[in-house]
């Protein structure tokens, strides 16, 4: 490991104040067009409802006695469904007192539903009542259709399966991942009681036990009525007719990564026309999706780098964090990687071949290389010596072909790997260089991704994770094109890195994961090849963002690679070795045992776990929450990014919030100092507010003084997510953002303003001071438009304000907000830190700062 002396320590950030926000008042919704004309044609929507819901039995009903006759299996006693609501004035919840579950929400305010009642006949009663303009009727404007299930296949299917729906074959046997909705038709858990005037203590206790017994009631029927709900998937799939099998339950249960709160997920073999049935007719069903392929780079010729090294590795400290790589296996004996791994706990997952943990890729492997990276992130010495930074696991998931077999369920596996190795060894930090080869969907978070973000929530752990790359020449699936058809279409470079099928793939959406794109590390102009990309900038290959719900993704980049073209149309490309990250190679078959002959996102990622070892080593005893941040807050775009003539919202897309820096993460410089939140996690509730201060001393403000400070801030954080909803609001148990003080404002008044502005409009425009933010948080934002540093869970921002612009109180608040969750004592685990830095390296601030941190002293809890 390379020593490296900190001179300049990160500072704790203390916490100054803190407060509740008043109870949200119940005012009215915004009301649509349609919805407004639906309630002034009574009788004509009501109507047009009602046959909609009477066709929609009677179909029912027909379908049930043709299965009979058909002797096709039986359906769970529920009518699906699928509606169009009122996306901006109705409360999908409040379909339940219709007698509708909500099975998935999708987009334009339609609703995959499912009824128990199959006469439909609470929801004929509402219509009734809306016609006759009777109480209890008037929310009925806001249905605006009812519709059969025919276009089910439409909002269940991925966009690969939709594409092959008409040539699904009958006996054919297909392989699928399942997504089922498990909620139930319950209400929503009440508000936690509040205390009524002159209330007694006893009578206040006796409420909130009883509200209490209520949420534990609650949760016990929940998993009732997923255990129903599997036996219900379980006897229709392995049905006679069908003949399949659940790949993915185990000893009949779901693995706890492929269960949330609202959701399961499993693997199933069934022939086409139990597909068919299943989609059409299941009631619970909400996503199905054919299993993703991995897909990486393979170059079929080794280009050595020179085998002459007398360089040794030395077995890193007896207390270094651990990283699990998650790939094809380790070359273990490799004189590079030897002494670095864990080879006790080297395990295999691939089916027959538990005993196997080589890495059997051919020419030179890719879990091996993927391993080197970590530890060797730029170059690989030739002499000398040098400590491990941590100990590498060994992990083996992928086949000889690369490839991620197909009895392997994603979420199942992670789980797995995560119990065993969190659990028995303590690791913290698991690399995941594998990804599917099509854009991740954008309807529903998958199930794979879902498990990251779950398991997540569950453990102290950061999940790594590959962007995922563009094929060179041929076409993955139906969505995926390749860089060699997007030029040959006139396409250019980068922007065709912007198109649709560009976008990350799964998992690398995941809300909880850090996602790596790739930039490429130098360019080549030697006939007949010349590079796409130039230093710095995103690779030809790395797929690009926004992530689902426009989330910034990927969040960072680092050095993969890049490819070449030879100038004709359309162009042949290859990436020779000037191109080509170094990376250590697997000599099992051959070869040398260091190259530059493959590229990708899979190598960019490893070289981020790099740092986040590195952190874990200098800070052991801090939550891997601070490590994302300290890397997302290490991160700045190159100088091209920053080009007045460059589209900043293109840039984001493509790099992020830019290329971490590991001196950066770890600690600070004269002219720049870093604050944060230290020991373990902290955590907020919704509607609570949390004030941090920062003094800035005279010498920094002084007005004679025009110094530009560059502030960042970045607010990491973990909800626990539920996969049948459609925005971060519904999928995260709780959500969190940040927001600063203005130019003279003290916390107190700060925290008064925060609070009493928290329930106005996400879209309203606050305020934010006299900082000109790069990102805000509306999406209007004056800096860069139609996105916002609130979407995700890792949220950075910065600008460059003059010193003279500066006041002695620098406040930032963390403001928790109600996800799906109600429970009041539901709570958001995060990190924050925020940095000042003299663009002027020669002024010194990090002195100055520090003793300015000793007069602020914690105060007492405001009650607001």
């Known amino acids: 490991?390379?020593?490296?002396?900190?001179?300049?320590?990160?500072?704790?950030?203390?916490?100054?104040?803190?407060?509740?926000?008043?109870?949200?008042?119940?005012?009215?919704?915004?009301?649509?067009?349609?919805?407004?004309?639906?309630?002034?044609?009574?009788?004509?929507?009501?109507?047009?409802?009602?046959?909609?819901?009477?066709?929609?039995?009677?179909?029912?009903?027909?379908?049930?006695?043709?299965?009979?006759?058909?002797?096709?299996?039986?359906?769970?006693?529920?009518?699906?469904?699928?509606?169009?609501?009122?996306?901006?004035?109705?409360?999908?919840?409040?379909?339940?007192?219709?007698?509708?579950?909500?099975?998935?929400?999708?987009?334009?305010?339609?609703?995959?539903?499912?009824?128990?009642?199959?006469?439909?006949?609470?929801?004929?009663?509402?219509?009734?009542?809306?016609?006759?303009?009777?109480?209890?009727?008037?929310?009925?404007?806001?249905?605006?259709e009812i519709l059969d299930g025919t276009r089910r296949p439409e909002y269940i299917l991925s966009p690969e399966l939709l594409a092959r729906w008409d040539r699904i074959e009958g006996e054919q046997v297909y392989t699928v991942d399942v997504g089922v909705a498990c909620v139930g038709n319950q209400s929503q858990l009440p508000d936690y009681p509040k205390r009524k005037p002159d209330e007694s203590d006893d009578k206040f206790t006796e409420r909130v036990n009883r509200w209490i017994n209520e949420r534990e009631l609650r949760e016990d029927q929940w998993d009732d009525l997923a255990w129903e709900r599997q036996q219900e998937l379980t006897r229709f799939v392995e049905d006679e007719p069908y003949s399949g099998r659940i790949l993915s339950i185990r000893d009949g249960a779901i693995n706890l990564a492929a269960h949330l709160p609202d959701s399961f997920s499993c693997r199933i073999q069934i022939s086409g026309k139990g597909l068919k049935d299943l989609v059409l007719n299941f009631p619970y069903v909400f996503d199905i999706s054919e299993p993703d392929i991995f897909s990486d780079f393979v170059q079929h010729q080794g280009l050595s780098n020179g085998d002459d090294s007398s360089f040794h590795l030395e077995p890193p400290e007896s207390n270094a964090p651990k990283v699990c790589v998650m790939d094809s296996g380790i070359q273990e004996r490799h004189s590079l990687l030897k002494e670095a791994i864990d080879s006790q706990n080297s395990t295999s997952w691939v089916p027959g071949e538990n005993n196997k943990t080589a890495d059997y890729v051919s020419n030179g492997g890719h879990g091996t290389r993927v391993a080197g990276a970590v530890l060797y992130p730029r170059t690989i010495p030739r002499s000398g010596k040098q400590q491990a930074v941590c100990r590498i696991q060994n992990a083996r998931v992928l086949d000889a072909n690369c490839k991620l077999p197909k009895t392997l369920f994603p979420p199942n596996l992670l789980g797995d790997i995560v119990k065993f190795y969190h659990e028995q060894t303590g690791t913290r930090i698991f690399n995941h260089s594998i990804t599917g080869s099509v854009p991740c969907q954008t309807r529903y978070m998958s199930a794979w991704a879902s498990a990251i973000d779950q398991l997540t929530w569950q453990k102290d752990i950061l999940f790594i994770v590959a962007a995922g790359n563009l094929p060179l020449s041929i076409r993955i699936g139906h969505t995926r094109l390749s860089v060699r058809e997007h030029l040959s279409a006139n396409r250019l470079y980068p922007d065709y890195l912007l198109e649709d099928s560009c976008r990350i793939a799964n998992p690398a959406q995941s809300v909880q994961a850090l996602t790596v794109g790739s930039i490429a590390l130098d360019s080549c102009n030697v006939l007949p090849w010349f590079s796409l990309s130039q230093k710095d900038k995103p690779s030809a290959f790395s797929?690009?963002?926004?992530?689902?719900?426009?989330?910034?993704?990927?969040?960072?980049?680092?050095?993969?690679?890049?490819?070449?073209?030879?100038?004709?149309?359309?162009?042949?490309?290859?990436?020779?070795?000037?191109?080509?990250?170094?990376?250590?190679?697997?000599?099992?078959?051959?070869?040398?045992?260091?190259?530059?002959?493959?590229?990708?996102?899979?190598?960019?990622?490893?070289?981020?776990?790099?740092?986040?070892?590195?952190?874990?080593?200098?800070?052991?005893?801090?939550?891997?929450?601070?490590?994302?941040?300290?890397?997302?807050?290490?991160?700045?775009?190159?100088?091209?990014?920053?080009?007045?003539?460059?589209?900043?919202?293109?840039?984001?897309?493509?790099?992020?919030?830019?290329?971490?820096?590991?001196?950066?993460?770890?600690?600070?410089?004269?002219?720049?100092?870093?604050?944060?939140?230290?020991?373990?996690?902290?955590?907020?509730?919704?509607?609570?507010?949390?004030?941090?201060?920062?003094?800035?001393?005279?010498?920094?403000?002084?007005?004679?003084?025009?110094?530009?400070?560059?502030?960042?801030?970045?607010?990491?954080?973990?909800?626990?997510?539920?996969?049948?909803?459609?925005?971060?609001?519904?999928?995260?148990?709780?959500?969190?953002?940040?927001?600063?003080?203005?130019?003279?404002?003290?916390?107190?008044?700060?925290?008064?303003?925060?609070?009493?502005?928290?329930?106005?409009?996400?879209?309203?425009?606050?305020?934010?001071?006299?900082?000109?933010?790069?990102?805000?948080?509306?999406?209007?934002?004056?800096?860069?438009?139609?996105?916002?540093?609130?979407?995700?869970?890792?949220?950075?921002?910065?600008?460059?304000?003059?010193?003279?612009?500066?006041?002695?109180?620098?406040?930032?608040?963390?403001?928790?907000?109600?996800?799906?969750?109600?429970?009041?004592?539901?709570?958001?685990?995060?990190?924050?830190?925020?940095?000042?830095?003299?663009?002027?390296?020669?002024?010194?601030?990090?002195?100055?700062?520090?003793?300015?941190?000793?007069?602020?002293?914690?105060?007492?809890?405001?009650?607001?």
């Open 1 to 144: 490991m390379v020593e490296r002396a900190n001179q300049y320590p990160h500072i704790e950030l203390k916490l100054t104040k803190q407060g509740n926000a008043a109870p949200a008042s119940s005012g009215p919704r915004k009301q649509h067009p349609q919805t407004a004309a639906n309630a002034d044609d009574r009788w004509g929507h009501g109507s047009r409802l009602k046959s909609s819901a009477l066709s929609l039995v009677a179909d029912w009903k027909e379908t049930q006695e043709q299965r009979e006759d058909e002797e096709k299996p039986p359906l769970p006693e529920a009518l699906p469904l699928i509606l169009q609501i009122d996306p901006s004035s109705f409360d999908p919840d409040g379909l339940k007192t219709y007698g509708i579950e909500i099975i998935a929400e999708l987009e334009d305010g339609y609703i995959i539903g499912a009824s128990a009642d199959v006469e439909l006949s609470d929801l004929q009663k509402k219509i009734e009542k809306f016609i006759r303009e009777e109480h209890g009727g008037g929310k009925v404007a806001g249905i605006w």
């Open 543 to 864: 797929c690009s963002g926004l992530g689902i719900w426009d989330t910034i993704k990927p969040e960072v980049v680092e050095y993969g690679g890049d490819f070449a073209h030879d100038g004709g149309f359309p162009p042949n490309l290859s990436y020779p070795k000037d191109l080509c990250p170094e990376l250590v190679r697997s000599t099992l078959d051959g070869g040398p045992a260091i190259a530059s002959d493959q590229v990708g996102t899979s190598f960019a990622a490893p070289k981020v776990s790099h740092i986040v070892a590195c952190l874990a080593a200098e800070l052991p005893d801090e939550s891997c929450l601070l490590y994302r941040a300290l890397i997302v807050q290490s991160a700045r775009w190159p100088d091209w990014a920053r080009a007045d003539d460059v589209d900043k919202l293109h840039v984001l897309r493509q790099i992020g919030y830019g290329i971490p820096n590991l001196d950066r993460a770890l600690g600070n410089a004269p002219n720049r100092i870093t604050l944060l939140t230290r020991g373990g996690e902290r955590s907020i509730k919704a509607r609570h507010a949390h004030i941090y201060q920062v003094k800035l001393p005279e010498e920094l403000r002084s007005q004679g003084e025009e110094l530009e400070i560059l502030v960042e801030v970045t607010l990491s954080y973990k909800a626990q997510p539920r996969r049948t909803r459609r925005n971060r609001r519904k999928y995260l148990s709780t959500w969190l953002d940040w927001d600063c003080s203005k130019k003279g404002e003290d916390p107190e008044r700060f925290l008064e303003r925060v609070l009493k502005e928290y329930d106005a409009p996400e879209d309203t425009d606050k305020g934010e001071g006299l900082f000109t933010w790069t990102l805000g948080k509306q999406k209007n934002h004056k800096t860069i438009q139609n996105v916002s540093r609130s979407a995700g869970t890792i949220q950075k921002d910065w600008t460059v304000v003059k010193s003279f612009e500066l006041t002695e109180a620098f406040c930032i608040a963390v403001v928790g907000h109600e996800g799906w969750n109600n429970d009041p004592d539901a709570t958001a685990p995060y990190s924050l830190v925020v940095s000042f830095e003299a663009v002027e390296a020669n002024i010194p601030i990090y002195a100055p700062l520090v003793e300015a941190q000793v007069e602020i002293e914690v105060e007492q809890q405001i009650e607001i």
